[in-house]
């Protein structure tokens, strides 16, 4: 694989980061994921603007324009041969001597490399349905931010594997805030409900456009908090994603999510986001 480091293009045995990069002992980096459907990018703007956010909110510079960006990512689809995968992106503050306030100068590091995924799109989940549980929140309170600190995600993760799921919905004050790496929404009726825009969750470049194509269908969305109880007695759930586009949700906590099968605007929903975004993409 060809991998990015400041700079370079190199195999990916020779790709190197210092020992005192701020990434590796703070977790102080940020980072993007963005699909790749037929060689090409989906919503790569959505993804260039909001790394710049989470740039500027950890006062970290951009070590490149977005039309540099724009040409690394297709660099590397090019050369690693991709026709359905991810593209990850990293920015770190870079290396300095261990302290925590952040050093006057520091060259911040990036690093881009691809995943293949055959089939991305046709994910037999989204066929069936994922299962998840609930658990309570205990991340930190800027999630908003989208930073390399993701041991608790990782551990919800292994808490919904040890329980037979897929995935967990992470709870906070009774609410639901979000999946451990997606947004997730309930449906009532024609109603879509999905926790609003804030601090507590990240602000998902797939849910600002899904929430669009809800809109422009004439479909009413409610973005408030929502409990775990009203998620039960829903009539669909979904969760959404730059890597699982919108993915249905068929179970919490071992019970069935209205019928217990992918539901009808979630399917009409991934249908006209994949459509949309292939369309549009780059
Ligand atoms: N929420 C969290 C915590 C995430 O980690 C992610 C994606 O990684 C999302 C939501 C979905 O964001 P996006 O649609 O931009 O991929």
Redesign the pocket.
């Known amino acids: 694989r060809t991998v990015y480091v400041n700079g370079e293009y190199l195999p990916e045995d020779q790709a190197k980061v210092s020992v005192f990069d701020r990434g590796f002992l703070f977790a102080d980096g940020v980072y993007?994921?963005t699909s790749v459907l037929g060689g090409k990018l989906i919503?790569f703007a959505?993804?260039a603007k909001?790394l710049q956010r989470s740039l500027d909110e950890l006062q970290m510079a951009n070590p490149v324009t977005e039309d540099e960006l724009l040409e690394i990512h297709r660099e590397l689809v090019r050369a690693n041969g991709i026709e359905d995968g991810l593209v990850y992106l990293q920015i770190t503050r870079g290396a300095a001597d261990r302290d925590f306030a952040y050093p006057k100068e520091a060259t911040p590091t990036i690093v881009l490399f691809t995943q293949a995924k055959p089939g991305l799109a046709d994910s037999p989940l989204a066929k069936t349905g994922m299962k998840v549980i609930s658990i309570e929140d205990q991340?930190w309170g800027r999630?908003d931010i989208?930073t390399v600190q993701?041991l608790y995600?990782s551990m919800g993760k292994m808490m919904a594997k040890a329980a037979g799921a897929d995935d967990a919905w992470m709870v906070e004050d009774g609410h639901v805030?979000?999946?451990?790496?997606?947004?997730a929404y309930i449906v009532k009726g024609n109603t879509i409900v999905t926790r609003h825009l804030g601090t507590e969750?990240?602000?998902?470049?797939?849910?600002?456009?899904v929430l669009r194509f809800a809109r422009e269908a004439q479909m009413v969305v409610e973005e408030r908090p929502f409990t775990i109880e009203e998620a039960k007695a829903a009539d669909e759930a979904f969760?959404?994603?730059?890597?699982?586009f919108v993915m249905p949700v068929v179970e919490m906590d071992g019970q069935p999510i209205g019928s217990g099968t992918p539901g009808r605007v979630t399917a009409r929903l991934r249908e006209i986001y994949l459509d949309e975004m292939r369309k549009a993409a780059v």
Request: charged residues 25%; positive net charge.
């Open positions: 993007e994921v919503d959505g993804h909001r991340r999630r989208k993701l995600p805030t979000e999946g451990t790496s997606n947004n969750i990240l602000h998902g470049i797939t849910r600002a456009a969760i959404t994603s730059a890597s699982a």
